[in-house]
């Protein structure tokens, strides 16, 4: 038997080895697009690195995917469609991959296989209410829903599927510090108020850059108005489609886009909801430029 063992042993070392090496030299022409659960620009963020990377095949805007599949459906979550084996040959034509998990638990390959990582933060205060949000929507009438009052709770405590948030952020946030040419980090907020630069930092980072002559042919600009909130959250697929039809747990398309607006947490919570969510962000990212992005989270407390 233990003969039998040792002679098998080798052929499974080579058959090992092969796989690793092969899933490096796939992931090293990957993108990563890494995001906390939800609720961060995820969706936003997928259909601009697929424009991007796809902008010579779908040069004709007038029958782009993009108008017809919902981002989700364009760039697959490791975790979920490519562990699940649905979508094994995206990567070949679209180098994009996404996921939830956090930077220390990623596989070993993906941090030393040369994959770019592209990282979307949000102020946690309209994180928090968009994930509730979206939380509420997906919930089935006959569930129990969580009060916004239980899922702050929840969320400051750190009690939910991918670690608690700050965390998250704060792995990828150091990660892009040591090894900035390998994790680029985008801020929500900023790229609301002006995408053009954000989104032309992506394109050079993930090896798509814009060249000149595209540039003043305004394609980039045609790129950003057919991702636009506007745009997207108008058109029929995402407005009646749903995402993962087939599985049992299939979402609206709708439930991806609510408002996309900086600050609409002013509207849902109160100043001690508020102050609670930010007196954790001061103690989580002080001494770190993010807290800069996060309104009010200076001016509140000491
Ligand atoms: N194209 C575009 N531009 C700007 N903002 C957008 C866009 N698409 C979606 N959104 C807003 O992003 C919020 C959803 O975040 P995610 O996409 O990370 O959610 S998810 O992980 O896919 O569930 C959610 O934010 P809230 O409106 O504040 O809830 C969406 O409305």
């Known amino acids: 038997m233990e003969k039998k063992n040792k002679a098998f042993r080798k052929p499974i070392k080579v058959l090992r080895s092969f796989c690793q090496r092969s899933l490096e030299i796939m992931v090293g022409h990957l993108s990563l697009i890494a995001i906390y659960i939800k ?12 424009a991007i990377v796809t902008r010579k095949k779908y040069s004709d805007l007038s029958s782009h995917p993009l108008l017809s599949t919902m981002p989700h459906e364009c ?18 034509e679209v180098p994009l991959l996404a996921t939830h998990i956090p930077y220390n638990s990623l596989p070993k390959s ?3 296989g040369g994959c770019k990582i592209v990282y979307i933060f949000r102020d946690p205060k309209d994180a928090f209410v968009s994930l509730w949000h979206f939380a509420s929507k997906v919930t089935p009438e006959d569930a129990t ?13 750190g009690v939910s599927y991918y670690g608690p948030y700050w965390d998250h952020v704060l792995s990828f946030w150091k990660a892009g510090k040591e090894a900035p040419q390998r994790v680029l980090f985008l801020v929500y907020e ?11 930092n992506l394109a050079d980072f993930i090896g798509h850059p814009f060249s000149a002559e595209e540039e003043s042919e305004g394609v980039l600009q045609k790129i950003l108005d057919l991702c636009s909130f506007e745009n997207l959250s108008n058109l ?4 009646k489609g749903k995402h993962r039809p087939e599985s049992a747990v299939a979402i609206e398309n709708s439930a991806y886009f609510r408002k996309g607006k900086i600050g609409d947490w002013r509207s849902h919570l109160t100043p001690e909801m508020a102050e609670r969510l930010d007196q954790i962000t001061r103690e989580k990212f002080g001494g770190t430029d993010m807290l800069s992005y996060v309104s009010d989270a200076n001016t509140h407390g000491n």
């Open 145 to 157: 829903h969580t009060s916004l009052e239980e899922a702050l709770e929840l969320f400051c405590k």
């Open 110 to 112: 993906i941090i030393t």
């Open 75 to 92: 760039v697959p979550f490791l975790e979920v469609d490519i562990v699940n084996k649905k979508r094994t040959n995206q990567t070949a």
């Open 236 to 239: 029929d697929v995402n407005k």
């Open 190 to 200: 900023e790229m609301r108020k002006d995408p053009l630069p954000s989104v032309k």
């Open 39 to 50: 609720a961060v620009g995820t969706t936003w963020l997928k259909a601009l690195a697929f």
